[in-house]
């Protein structure tokens, strides 16, 4: 009963014209999650893709290979505000699964009391929690093993441990056996990690399902208010040249499950019209803070990430976690030029760096570009979310003190390029411009938000466009809130429930 | 406008005691092939920075010489100095430039073995076509 896999067709091939249940638009942690549990009640299912289809087998190794075959865009999207933040996704099927560290949280009560109590959505966390059991199951979870650690993540559980953080942990991931090779980012050539191209995706195929990559979707189709199909055309992998036409109806229903960027961008260039759309965007902003050890600390042997912790998720808003990065990343992210340059990039294998994830408040909006409809995220951080950017700093720079630093490296401009251990306390009174700031913008939420009311809200609870018949959103776009932790499993938990709610 | 990029990327990142430089590392090839496969705003962007780069010494080091024909050490302050500016636009240009120099020089085989890592074998740039 193995279904059919669509690549990229040039123009002239000939067009495709399909028809399914259901049509699911993205292959990540959403779509991926919604087009398995459709397909596994024996509906018929295709996954459109916007990118290539790669295995492990064709995974680049290098980080401008990442940048060129992953990445949506090379990268390149950033947002628009007092300070340009790069926008990390992917393009590729299995979306930011395939990129990202595959760390696998839970939904805590207190995100679903929020959703209850100010978007009036309820009755989700026990359905949620049930997928995620699944899920969970399905995709093998667990702990960093002990060989793959590396030395960055056990000098940061030594760090964390000394300065007794109530959370200071070893992260739970979808792996299978993770051998710390630290490849998470260019996508693991070892099949260790459990990214949705290896499993979910497959599945559906094996269960007749149609897989259309490569395949940007362009707009939504509709009959009155209905959703009846998707269109748009192939995308070469390589070259984007513009292939043929592709255009898969749905009897049922649309799930649109394209990201955060993309979902409200599709959405608006296809008509649906709601006073929230693209708007209360949010976001985990993060900064690195590098720690200067005697002894090589080889940061890329081990697990890209495997630390974490959550003790400041509530006060002040903060997520820490060890994040490793290669030459070639660490090459740009140093300041300066020259033999400076050089002298700092010797040290490369003497440096651990961790991360912040920011809890943020502020909110921004997603628009689509004037040309060619690229999305255009309006965002920055308010004086309370500089004032937790800044202090998780701090808190990752007594981290590395305590795990046995001799200075650390900020990475703040017009502060000096290292501080000793006793100039840290300089960091609390670091500026709160942005623009001083190498940051990224890690995990998104929003754009689609559910909610009880369709004039602050998109979706329903059940990821259903107000106003609209077959069409559900299904990614991180639905979300109103910022979860301040790690949103995979969230995102796949909401996404198999309203997959689920689509066969009732 | 390569040779502008190519010499703005030689001075950022130059050969020294301690490690390899850009020009080290088949620089030309790589800026070939960036320049084939990145977009059109992307490369726009390395250009810019690259422009940027040449046409500010006056600002770093008060010399109303373009980058390229500055004396070796003048132009290592120049790049430097131009890296680290205050000017936040001027900055993330230079970024920009970085960025895909970063990107040759630090997958460099010998740049690699310095850092105990191993070499990486070249990106398959491959996909499931069936």
Same mark, same amino acid.
């Given at each position: #009963?193995?279904?059919?896999?669509?690549?990229?067709?040039?123009?002239?091939?000939?067009?495709?014209? =399909?028809?399914?249940?259901?049509?699911?638009?993205?292959?990540?942690?959403?779509?991926?999650? %919604?087009?398995?549990?459709? %397909?596994?009640?024996?509906?018929?299912?295709?996954?459109?893709?916007?990118?290539?289809?790669?295995?492990?087998?064709?995974? &680049?190794?290098?980080?401008?290979?990442?940048?060129?075959?992953?990445?949506?865009?090379?990268?390149?999207?950033?947002?628009?505000?007092? %300070?340009?933040?790069?926008?990390?996704?992917?393009?590729? #099927?299995?979306?930011?699964? /395939?990129?990202?560290?595959?760390?696998?949280?839970?939904?805590?009560?207190?995100?679903?009391?929020?959703?209850?109590?100010?978007? $009036?959505?309820?009755?989700?966390?026990?359905?949620?929690?049930?997928?995620?059991?699944?899920?969970?199951?399905?995709?093998?979870?667990?702990? *960093?093993?002990?060989?793959?650690?590396?030395?960055?993540?056990?000098?940061?559980?030594?760090?964390?441990?000394?300065?007794?953080?109530?959370?200071?942990?070893?992260?739970?991931?979808?792996?299978?056996?993770?051998?710390?090779?630290?490849?998470?980012?260019?996508?693991?050539?070892?099949?260790?990690?459990?990214?949705?191209?290896?499993?979910?995706?497959?599945?559906?195929?094996?269960?007749? $399902?149609?897989?259309?990559?490569?395949?940007?979707?362009?707009?939504?189709?509709?009959?009155?208010?209905?959703?009846?199909?998707?269109?748009? @055309?192939?995308?070469?992998?390589?070259?984007?040249?513009?292939?043929?036409?592709?255009?898969?109806?749905?009897?049922?229903?649309?799930?649109?499950?394209?990201?955060?960027?993309?979902?409200?961008?599709?959405?608006?260039?296809?008509?649906?019209?709601? &006073?929230?759309?693209?708007?209360?965007?949010?976001?985990?902003?993060?900064?690195?803070?590098?720690?200067?050890?005697?002894?090589?600390?080889?940061?890329?042997?081990?697990?890209?990430?495997?630390?974490?912790?959550?003790?400041?998720?509530?006060?002040?808003?903060?997520?820490?976690?060890?994040?490793?990065?290669?030459?070639?990343?660490? =090459?740009?992210?140093?300041?300066?030029?020259?033999?400076?340059?050089?002298?700092?990039?010797?040290?490369?294998?003497?440096?651990?760096?961790?991360?912040?994830?920011?809890?943020?408040?502020?909110?921004?909006?997603?628009?689509?570009?004037?040309?060619?409809?690229?999305?255009?995220?309006?965002?920055?951080?308010? @004086?309370?979310? #500089?004032?937790?950017?800044?202090?998780?700093?701090?808190?990752?720079?007594?981290?590395?003190?305590?795990?046995?630093?001799?200075? *650390?490296?900020?990475?703040?401009?017009?502060?000096?390029?290292?501080?000793?251990?006793?100039?840290?306390?300089?960091?609390?009174?670091?500026?709160?411009?942005?623009?001083?700031?190498?940051?990224?913008?890690?995990?998104?939420?929003?754009?689609?938000?559910?909610?009880?009311?369709?004039?602050?809200?998109?979706?329903?609870?059940?990821? @259903? /466009?107000?106003?609209?018949?077959?069409?559900?959103?299904?990614?991180?776009?639905?979300?109103?809130?910022?979860?301040?932790?790690?949103?995979?499993?969230?995102?796949?938990?909401?996404?198999?429930?309203?997959?689920?709610?689509?066969?009732? | 406008?390569?040779?502008? /990029?190519?010499?703005?990327?030689?001075?950022?990142?130059?050969?020294?005691?301690?490690?390899?430089?850009?020009?080290?590392?088949?620089?030309?090839?790589?800026?070939?092939?960036?320049?084939?496969?990145?977009?059109?705003?992307?490369?726009?962007?390395?250009?810019?920075?690259?422009?940027?780069?040449?046409?500010?010494?006056?600002?770093?080091?008060?010399?109303?010489?373009?980058?390229?024909?500055?004396?070796?050490?003048?132009?290592?302050?120049?790049?430097?100095?131009?890296?680290?500016?205050?000017?936040?636009?001027?900055?993330?240009?230079?970024?920009?430039?970085?960025? &895909? =120099?970063?990107?040759?020089?630090?997958?460099?085989?010998?740049?690699?073995? @310095?850092?105990?890592?191993?070499?990486?074998?070249?990106?398959?740039?491959?996909?499931?076509?069936?």
């Amino acid at each position: #009963m193995t279904g059919s896999h669509v690549p990229f067709r040039a123009q002239g091939e000939g067009e495709l014209d =399909a028809e399914v249940d259901f049509v699911v638009v993205g292959s990540g942690a959403g779509g991926a999650t %919604a087009a398995v549990t459709l %397909a596994r009640s024996g509906a018929s299912v295709a996954i459109v893709e916007a990118g290539a289809w790669r295995d492990p087998e064709d995974y &680049p190794l290098t980080a401008y290979g990442g940048m060129r075959d992953l990445m949506d865009d090379w990268g390149s999207l950033v947002t628009v505000g007092r %300070a340009f933040w790069p926008i990390v996704q992917a393009r590729t #099927m299995g979306g930011t699964t /395939v990129i990202n560290s595959a760390i696998c949280v839970r939904t805590p009560d207190d995100i679903f009391a929020q959703w209850d109590s100010v978007h $009036g959505i309820s009755g989700l966390r026990d359905r949620v929690r049930e997928a995620q059991d699944w899920i969970e199951k399905d995709l093998t979870v667990e702990e *960093v093993p002990v060989t793959s650690r590396g030395r960055s993540n056990l000098l940061a559980k030594q760090g964390g441990d000394r300065l007794s953080w109530p959370s200071s942990h070893y992260m739970r991931r979808y792996t299978k056996g993770c051998e710390g090779a630290g490849q998470c980012l260019q996508g693991c050539g070892k099949r260790r990690k459990q990214s949705t191209n290896l499993n979910y995706v497959p599945e559906t195929l094996a269960r007749g $399902g149609l897989i259309v990559s490569s395949a940007p979707v362009q707009r939504i189709l509709s009959e009155g208010s209905r959703a009846v199909g998707v269109t748009g @055309r192939f995308s070469h992998p390589t070259t984007r040249a513009e292939g043929t036409r592709f255009r898969v109806r749905a009897r049922k229903a649309v799930v649109v499950a394209a990201s955060v960027t993309h979902s409200p961008v599709l959405l608006m260039r296809s008509g649906v019209k709601s &006073p929230a759309l693209g708007k209360y965007f949010r976001a985990h902003p993060g900064t690195g803070v590098f720690g200067c050890y005697d002894d090589p600390v080889d940061m890329n042997i081990g697990a890209t990430q495997g630390w974490a912790s959550t003790a400041f998720r509530d006060t002040p808003g903060l997520k820490l976690e060890t994040l490793a990065i290669p030459p070639e990343l660490v =090459a740009s992210r140093f300041a300066g030029g020259g033999t400076e340059l050089m002298q700092r990039l010797s040290e490369y294998r003497h440096v651990a760096m961790w991360c912040h994830a920011v809890r943020a408040e502020s909110t921004g909006t997603i628009r689509q570009s004037l040309f060619g409809g690229r999305p255009v995220v309006r965002y920055g951080l308010d @004086r309370p979310d #500089m004032e937790r950017f800044r202090q998780g700093m701090v808190l990752l720079a007594k981290q590395h003190v305590a795990a046995g630093a001799k200075a *650390v490296i900020p990475g703040i401009s017009g502060m000096p390029f290292k501080l000793g251990k006793d100039e840290i306390h300089l960091l609390e009174d670091a500026p709160l411009d942005p623009q001083r700031y190498v940051a990224i913008l890690s995990h998104l939420f929003g754009g689609c938000v559910m909610g009880k009311d369709p004039k602050t809200s998109v979706v329903d609870g059940r990821g @259903r /466009v107000h106003g609209w018949d077959g069409l559900v959103v299904a990614d991180a776009s639905v979300i109103p809130t910022n979860l301040g932790l790690n949103p995979q499993h969230t995102i796949m938990g909401l996404a198999a429930t309203f997959a689920a709610d689509l066969l009732d | 406008m390569t040779w502008l /990029v190519r010499a703005a990327i030689v001075m950022l990142y130059p050969r020294t005691a301690l490690l390899p430089g850009a020009e080290d590392c088949d620089l030309d090839d790589f800026l070939e092939r960036f320049r084939r496969e990145t977009s059109a705003l992307m490369w726009l962007g390395v250009v810019a920075g690259a422009i940027v780069f040449h046409l500010s010494p006056l600002f770093t080091v008060f010399v109303p010489l373009p980058a390229f024909l500055l004396p070796s050490g003048l132009a290592d302050r120049h790049a430097n100095r131009i890296s680290t500016t205050n000017v936040y636009l001027v900055r993330q240009l230079v970024f920009v430039l970085k960025l &895909p =120099a970063g990107l040759a020089w630090g997958a460099n085989p010998e740049v690699r073995r @310095r850092f105990s890592l191993a070499p990486l074998a070249a990106d398959p740039g491959t996909w499931r076509t069936k």
